[in-house]
């Protein structure tokens, strides 16, 4: 499982389904092992590793920034979420959330 994990997969899910389908054709026993796999997965280097960034490490600069913007297009509208919604392009739903996320009174 980890040579498998470890491939980059340039074939996307067809590059996958060959490999596995041909493994099993010639695997000696009824689960594949390792050396059933063809030798591109078996020796393929590990890719190096690259974490997406969370929204919870963003800076707090962006954050307050945010959430003064919000609170802005809420004074500007008189508290109106849809026309806040719109002023700052994104649903209302959306900014329901925003909302709730930053703890904004109505009136801030």
């Known amino acids: ?8 997969w340039p074939g996307n899910i067809r590059e996958l389904m060959n490999v596995i389908e041909s493994s099993y054709t010639f695997a000696r026993t009824l689960q594949i092992t390792l050396s059933d796999l063809p030798a591109a997965i078996t020796l393929a280097p590990a890719p190096p590793r690259v974490d997406a960034p969370s929204m919870s ?3 707090p600069s962006f954050v ?3 959430r003064d913007l919000i609170a802005r297009a809420l ?4 508290g109106n979420k849809l026309q806040a919604a719109k002023l700052l392009g994104i649903s209302r739903k959306k900014l329901y ?3 709730a996320k930053y703890r904004l009174a109505e009136g801030e």
Do not use: C, D, N, S
């Open 64 to 66: 307050e920034a945010e």
């Open 1 to 8: 499982m980890a040579a498998l994990v470890r491939h980059t």
């Open 97 to 99: 959330a925003k909302i």
């Open 57 to 59: 490490v963003l800076p």
């Open 75 to 78: 004074a500007a509208t008189g």
